[in-house]
């Protein structure tokens, strides 16, 4: 059950079809304290690359894009009473939707722990 | 210059600092073309205050003031009498020259009198939670509409017939350009108008107006709920703050946003502007606002402060995708009504209301007795409309000669419907005498 | 009162709990600095700050919807109210104590002559929907006014009713959209440039009106890349909304090849006027080929800001735009001023109503007043001590501080955080520490393009031995950071404010926006 990791700092984690997505720790930092998570609707159809959420800081707002295509199965209730959790557990309690893929084929195009390590490095 | 401080031996050390042999080289960057070398052409030239009062003086002289001359109109713009000591306030220079508190340590001032604000707002509407004030009335209604929209991600406003003509004229110049419809119930002169049944799933929200554009005085309850069933929200105008001291406040009624016209505290007639628009709403919208919202918190010595929040939503943030556009907000008008609201208090609000109600009802009995002239209203708080026995606007434009302001034609505001042209809307609040309301009553028999 | 934790982990938004603490008062007051409850905590029932008579009784035709039950304001007697707003006041920096450099919002001087004037009776106190014959001094005011912007743009007509410069924006390209339409192009140009450096209002607007707003780049002398612009341009661009000077501070001195190249691909020059007290009185928008510009009132023309507003945003339009006008417009009859109202029939085709009645009214007077106090020579020496200040200030602060861009500047001088590399100190720290210093910190991190952006506007307003003092605390502030030991002592800045730094990031999570009588400020701390 391997992280994957798309290039605006999404990871998604499969289990079978049903992906949970949420933002790497380098994104978290980059935005600040988190202070309120905008998560999909349960139902809602997403395709690959589509603006599904919004994470606000208080400095910034930043839209999420989904790294598959597919339909929402689950938010994350939790964030609207802590959205510290992405910050102090981006990989783990910070997730943001679970996704029931439409397409697996969505994830050939991401990165693994190691390339994306290498990415962020390159960024800075 | 009295408001240019540098002197010519200032301005040549500057220049020597600079580096520069005059200030035209620092306008280097002008094209050609576009240099005018000399001052712009066909303007004049500075003049003293003295010279600058007597020009303000003559165009004053020109216009028939309120305070001079018997006084009905309302449309939108109340008369009311504001106490002496909140233009006192207003014009403290640490509010007056003031700015944004983008810098919440040293503009707590600012800060807190907006938290006042808000809370006053929550109070008066019977609403969870308002910000920090809109331009005016007239554009907080648009945005309430733009906020519908974004909530219900649904694209038709349906408008009542009893919204302030202009108002409803922004929201349909709103939604010509920004891409959604609004449909426009017809002119609801009786106060009788039913939305219910225009309400589909397509509609994003509704926008009455209380009292009415008419001055009718409405239960909106029934018409939230079938709002509610259809997955719309209701938005309740209220162009006359003061009313909201006497009936039945939007929140209790359902409504999902409440946008009032807050003028008729704090702020004089002024001619049209600047106003302060009040915006309101539920907790749970709270994120879709548009404008600015103060939020406490507390600093690094733990003590209570008040911040700008929220911010991410506006546009010095999100840029395209914004609640809206907007920059600033009512700023001195907005502590102008919570200066007087504070004067006012829950005593004074409620007296204050009930004697507009009173003069406006002294008025209605009154009018009633002048051959021809028929009140159409059963219900109102502080202004109502009559139907004339011959078009409204030739006979305030006589009254006018008079120097009687003798209400608003509703034709002014309504040309393209010919069936209001008999229709005459007038106002009285407290500051309506004895000595006013004779002349108009007499004025009038005599032109009908 | 233990100082609370510090919940920052050294991100923004948090805070940094404080150094030694001063001896404590029995009120918690500092001399003139009083801790100010909120109104409801100082209110009593049964107190008043009116005299209102007692209200005649009369049958209720309220429709049965008297409200019942308290509304919940307190009750506060006059002598309480002036010292609660006293008290507030003394909170606040403002114009009226000194430097208040804060770049792009022209924070010139408010002359008390304005406000003497917009309070005469028979102007301030006007109905809107009074019949014209009784206003006529009041639209020649009005129309005195646009006389002066539109000689001094150089534009053929002009707006009055936006009230605000956002305002302005949108009627301008609204004004944009229509006169698309008129040409059948509304579908066909959806896209409007706009340089990164551009203020949020920019796209913001751009966006609520259907455009897809595409970035043009700078080029290294911080201006519009003229090439980049001719090759973005094409028959699906609309409009380019472009701030002259820029953001930075700087003159775009390619704007007539950009409005050539603009007119030439059939799309419009929208130009955001922020900046025109730098150029007001010796140059004229309209010579640079604008199509429309909104003027902010409260920067260039001194209407005060009063803590946010009102502002007030004409917008001159050029022969073009100009029949899109919004209603009203003030008209003259022969001898008689007349107002246009929706429906009425003028020459040309306007695209609606952007708010009710005429305008910023207070504005207009206030505006004109400072406009006729300063006459066209006025005027032009302003803004020639405008860019003179701010040029003075570049070159005294340039040897320690890292100015963005090479070369003068115009009305304000733009610095990045280069000079703070390494230090520990950062834009909000600097400016938190300005703070101290007696000063409203400059703009901050505005424009985005340049990293940890510092703005400073001086304007006009300041009497050079002001500027000096300015100059010589800045100095000192970038020297201390500078020597890498002083990053503690900028974070815990500000320590002589009414407040230290506020826990933005507590209210944002739990926002408290009003009162409650159960006090629930406690509860959202937890």
């Known amino acids: 059950m391997s992280v994957k990791y798309s290039n605006e700092h999404e990871w998604i984690r499969v289990e079978g079809d049903v992906g949970t997505v949420g933002i790497s720790a380098y994104a978290q930092e980059q935005l600040g304290d988190v202070v309120f998570v905008d998560v999909p609707q349960t139902g809602r159809k997403i395709a690959k690359g589509e603006s599904v959420a919004v994470v606000e800081s208080v400095k910034a707002a930043s839209d999420i894009y989904s790294p598959a295509s597919g339909e929402v199965i689950e938010a994350n209730g939790e964030l609207a009473n802590t959205p510290g959790d992405v910050n102090a557990d981006p990989m783990g309690k910070g997730w943001f939707f679970k996704v029931k893929l439409s397409n697996p084929g969505d994830l050939d195009g991401l990165m693994d722990q190691a390339a994306y390590d290498a990415f962020v490095k390159s960024l800075s | ?448 | 009162m233990a100082p609370s934790q510090d919940r920052s982990q050294g991100r923004t938004g948090g805070i940094v709990s404080g150094g030694e603490v001063a001896p404590a008062t029995v009120t918690g007051n500092r001399a003139l600095q009083i801790e100010e409850p909120l109104i409801f905590e100082l209110g009593q029932p049964g107190r008043t700050g009116v005299d209102l008579p007692e209200p005649p009784k009369v049958k209720d035709r309220l429709n049965g919807l008297r409200r019942s039950g308290e509304i919940g304001l307190p009750g506060l007697s006059e002598p309480q109210v002036v010292q609660h707003y006293t008290r507030l006041s003394q909170k606040n920096y403002a114009i009226d104590m000194g430097v208040y450099p804060l770049g792009s919002c022209t924070m010139k001087h408010n002359p008390r002559l304005n406000e003497k004037v917009a309070r005469f009776a028979g102007i301030g106190d006007l109905h809107p929907l009074q019949p014209v014959s009784t206003v006529q001094g009041a639209l020649e005011l009005i129309d005195r006014l646009a006389h002066w912007l539109k000689t001094l743009t150089g534009m053929p007509a002009v707006a009055m009713s936006p009230a605000a410069g956002a305002h302005g924006e949108m009627c301008g390209m609204m004004a944009i959209a229509a006169a698309l339409e008129a040409k059948g192009e509304r579908a066909q140009r959806r896209t409007v440039l706009a340089p990164e450096s551009a203020h949020g209002t920019n796209p913001a607007t751009a966006a609520a009106l259907g455009f897809t707003v595409k970035p043009i780049p700078a080029n290294e002398r911080g201006r519009v890349d003229l090439a980049a612009l001719k090759a973005a341009l094409g028959p699906d661009v609309a409009a380019i909304m472009l701030t002259n000077p820029n953001t930075c501070g700087l003159f775009e001195s390619e704007i007539i090849e950009i409005s050539k190249a603009v007119h030439a691909a059939g799309a419009y020059f929208y130009c955001d006027g922020a900046n025109f007290n730098a150029i007001v009185g010796r140059v004229r928008p309209g010579d640079l080929g604008v199509d429309c510009m909104h003027i902010n009132l409260h920067k260039t023309f001194s209407t005060p800001h009063g803590g946010g507003g009102p502002g007030a945003g004409p917008v001159v339009l050029s022969a073009a735009l100009a029949p899109y006008a919004p209603y009203p417009w003030i008209v003259k009859n022969g001898d008689a001023w007349t107002v246009a109202e929706d429906g009425a029939k003028v020459d040309g085709q306007p695209l609606g109503r952007l708010k009710a009645f005429h305008g910023q009214m207070g504005m207009f007077t206030r505006a004109l007043s400072y406009i006729m106090s300063h006459g066209a020579d006025g005027l032009k020496q302003a803004a020639e001590d405008a860019v003179l200040s701010a040029n003075y200030v570049m070159a005294s602060l340039k040897d320690v501080m890292t100015p963005a861009f090479e070369g003068p500047c115009m009305h304000e001088a733009l610095f990045d955080d280069s000079f703070l590399k390494d230090t520990g100190v950062s834009t909000l720290d600097f400016a938190k520490a300005m703070i101290d210093e007696g000063y409203h910190p400059m703009t901050m991190y505005f424009p985005l393009v340049v990293h940890g952006a510092m703005l400073i506007e001086p304007t006009e307003s300041q009497a050079k031995e002001d500027l000096d003092l300015f100059i010589t605390a800045l100095r000192a502030l970038a020297e201390k950071a500078k020597s890498g030991t002083a990053a503690e002592e900028f974070k815990a800045a500000p320590r002589y404010a009414p407040r230290r730094r506020l826990d933005e990031t507590l209210a944002a999570r739990k926002p408290v926006l009003r009162w409650r009588p159960s006090n629930s400020f406690k509860q959202a701390a937890e």
């Open chain 2, 1 to 448: 210059m009295r408001y240019l401080p540098l002197t010519d031996a200032d301005r040549r050390e500057m220049l020597a600092v600079v580096g520069a042999k005059s200030v035209d080289e620092l306008f280097r960057d002008v094209p050609q073309s576009a240099r005018l070398g000399a001052k712009v052409a066909g303007l004049p030239d500075h003049l003293g205050e003295l010279e600058v009062e007597r020009a303000f003086l003559d165009l004053a002289a020109k216009n028939v003031s309120p305070s001079q001359a018997p006084f009905f109109i309302g449309a939108g713009a109340y008369r009311h009498h504001v106490p002496a000591s909140v233009d006192y306030m207003i014009q403290r220079g640490e509010f007056l020259t003031s700015y944004t508190p983008y810098q919440p340590e040293i503009t707590q001032g600012t800060l807190q009198y907006l938290f006042e604000f808000q809370t006053q707002v929550t109070l008066l509407t019977g609403m969870e939670v308002a910000n920090a004030s809109m331009y005016d009335g007239s554009t907080g209604a648009a945005e309430a509409v733009l906020m519908a929209n974004r909530v219900t991600r649904r694209h038709k406003a349906l408008i009542s017939g009893g919204l302030h003509p202009q108002y409803r004229r922004i929201i349909e110049t709103t939604a010509k350009w920004e891409g959604y419809s609004a449909v426009v119930g017809k002119t609801d002169v009786e106060g009788l108008e039913d939305l219910i049944a225009s309400i589909d799933k397509e509609t994003s929200c509704v926008v009455v107006q209380n009292p009415s554009f008419f001055g009718h005085v409405r239960d909106f309850g029934k018409l939230a709920d079938a709002c509610h069933e259809a997955g719309a929200l209701l938005i309740v105008v209220v162009t006359e703050v003061v009313s909201l001291g006497l009936l039945k406040p939007p929140g209790e009624m359902g409504a999902d946003i409440v946008v009032c016209e807050g003028q008729s505290i704090g702020n004089g007639l002024g001619f049209g502007g600047p106003y302060v628009g009040l915006f309101a709403t539920k907790e749970k919208y709270m994120r879709q606002m548009p404008g600015r919202l103060v939020g406490e918190t507390v600093d690094a010595d733990g003590k209570r402060g008040f911040v700008l929040t929220l911010s991410t939503r506006e546009q010095h943030i999100r840029r395209e995708k914004a609640t809206s556009n907007i920059c600033t907000n009512a700023g001195l008008c907005a502590l102008a009504f919570t200066v007087h609201l504070t004067l006012l208090g829950e005593a004074g609000l409620k007296r204050l209301a009930e004697l507009n109600h009173a003069k406006a009802s002294e008025l209605a009995d009154r009018i009633e007795t002048v051959p021809g002239v028929k009140l159409v209203n059963q219900s109102f708080f502080n202004e109502f409309t009559v139907r004339l026995p011959k078009p409204a606007a030739p006979v305030v434009e006589a009254l006018a000669a008079k120097r009687i302001l003798a209400g608003v034609p509703v034709s002014r505001l309504l040309p393209e419907d010919p069936s209001v042209e008999n229709l005459l809307l007038l106002a009285a609040t407290e500051t309506a005498t004895e000595a006013g309301m004779a002349p108009l009553i007499a004025g009038l028999k005599e032109v009908l």
